[in-house]
């Protein structure tokens, strides 16, 4: 039952630094990364449908992104998300496919993309505590219900602690590098 418990935990604590990294995917880094598309949606037939779902994005150079469409007559719903979105870019047409040229990152843009990303970073360590804490009620009811004994839920404390600190730590790293990524120039 502990190993079972902890188990559990470490995948979830697992699942929630995955999400903070998609998070982080999707902050504009002043290089072009189709990631930073993955959270938009654009109306498609009366229906909102993410993006990436509606066209493929190549990646021209380091500045430049296309995007095709699979069908042309969404290439103005996509636009528009693009437009709308807080990107901060903007999308041209040429009727066929967009084209997006990411502009250079002024030093407060990069301010406020790096306290973005502290922000995705403390809620990705807040998810790993919570799970951490929903794990150690589990492994209290074990020792209550007299299932295991209390050396047993005190040894799995410890192992559930180094867990949360080794994703807590993956985090950080995660945080680390897209600071890196953000404030060079």
């Given amino acids: 039952m502990i190993n079972q418990t902890l188990n559990e935990a470490d995948q979830k604590m697992a699942k929630s630094v995955e999400a ?5 995917a999707a902050i504009r880094a002043g290089r072009a990364n189709p990631q ?8 498609y037939y009366g229906t909102q449908t993410p993006i990436q ?3 493929t994005f190549t990646a021209q150079d380091a500045r430049t992104i296309l995007i095709a469409p699979f069908d042309e007559s969404s290439i103005g719903s996509i636009e528009r998300a ?13 009727g066929k496919v967009l084209r997006i040229v990411i502009p250079e990152l002024t030093e407060d843009r990069r301010k406020e993309y790096v306290k973005l990303a502290k922000e995705k970073a403390e809620q990705g360590r807040v998810s790993v505590r ?3 804490q929903k794990a150690k009620q589990g492994l209290e009811k074990l020792e209550k219900d007299g ?14 602690d180094a867990l949360t600190k080794k994703h807590s730590d993956a985090i950080d790293e995660l945080l680390k590098s897209k600071e890196a990524e953000l404030l060079e120039v």
Wanted: glycine fraction near 6%; proline fraction near 2%.
């Fill in 82 to 94: 693009i437009r709308d979105s807080d990107l901060g870019v903007n999308p041209s047409s040429d």
């Fill in 36 to 43: 930073m598309f993955s959270k938009l949606t654009a109306e």
């Fill in 130 to 132: 919570m799970v951490r």
């Fill in 147 to 160: 299932e295991v004994g209390k050396d047993d839920v005190a040894g799995a404390e410890k192992k559930l």
């Fill in 53 to 55: 779902s509606l066209a």
């Fill in 20 to 24: 903070t990294r998609e998070e982080f």
